[in-house]
């Protein structure tokens, strides 16, 4: 079936460390976004990309790092910068050749820095 | 910039009793807006959507919204909540500009009581 595989479902990490987390979608889908929800805060933008090669900064990305290298990958890189990087990560896709901006998620990264 | 305002955090309602949930956005242009419902833990699902034509939108699981321009709201309703209905729910707007930014609200949460 179709659709946005995030992983791992869960993680830790040690201050000071990188980490980086997966998202792959299979939707043939343009437009790949990432996410951080926090309790009370809903869910903010981090970075989003509309195309290969191309992204850009959403309203948090202060700490964070993407690629997009291949239509099917948009990972995201969470390093020793981001100063309060516990919280649930969110990877969505949509199709942007249709317009609709419906986004398609996975099950969320719950990254957890001891 | 775009922005979505969710004025009820908590809402609690019995099972069988109508549901509304508030939501109102703030955007230059006529927006592309959304519901989405999340389970806990898992990712977002989406239960509507409103691009144009018809103010009145039908979705999933028995839930509508109605698009007022005039009061720049887009609030969900449902007219017998199901105790499978318990969830949060998130309004969002896109950017119709083309550049597919979405914004959420915070999120209301919906506990339902027998």
């Known amino acids: 079936d179709g659709g946005i595989t995030q992983s791992p479902k869960y993680l830790f990490r040690k201050e000071g460390q990188n980490v980086t987390l997966s998202c792959e979608q299979n939707l043939n889908h343009d437009a790949m976004y990432w996410y951080r929800q926090d309790p009370g805060q809903g869910l903010r933008l981090i970075y989003y990309?509309?195309?290969?090669?191309?992204?850009q900064k959403g309203d948090i990305a202060e700490g964070y790092s993407v690629s997009r290298e291949k239509k099917e990958s948009f990972p995201l890189t969470v390093t020793s910068a981001q100063k309060n990087p516990t919280a649930f990560y969110l990877c969505?896709?949509?199709?942007?050749?249709?317009?609709?901006?419906?986004?398609?998620f996975g099950e969320g990264s719950r990254l957890t820095v001891l | 910039a775009q922005s979505v305002t969710q004025p009820d955090i908590h809402i609690t309602v019995s099972e069988g009793a109508s549901l509304e949930l508030r939501c109102n956005y703030s955007?230059?242009?006529?927006?592309?807006l959304f519901w989405y419902v999340q389970s806990p833990g898992q990712g977002l699902q989406l239960l509507l959507k409103y691009f144009s034509g018809d103010t009145l939108v039908q979705g999933i699981k028995g839930f509508e919204a109605e698009f007022k321009r005039s009061q720049s709201s887009f609030n969900l309703r449902k007219p017998s909540v199901h105790w499978s209905d318990a969830a949060e729910y998130f309004c969002?707007?896109?950017?119709?500009?083309?550049?597919?930014?979405?914004?959420f609200g915070i999120g209301t949460k919906l506990q339902v009581i027998p």
């Open positions: 990309s509309q195309i290969v090669n191309d992204f």
């Open positions: 969505a896709s949509s199709n942007k050749r249709e317009g609709t901006g419906e986004l398609f």
């Open positions: 969002a707007v896109e950017d119709s500009g083309g550049y597919q930014k979405v914004t």
């Open positions: 955007y230059g242009a006529t927006p592309y």
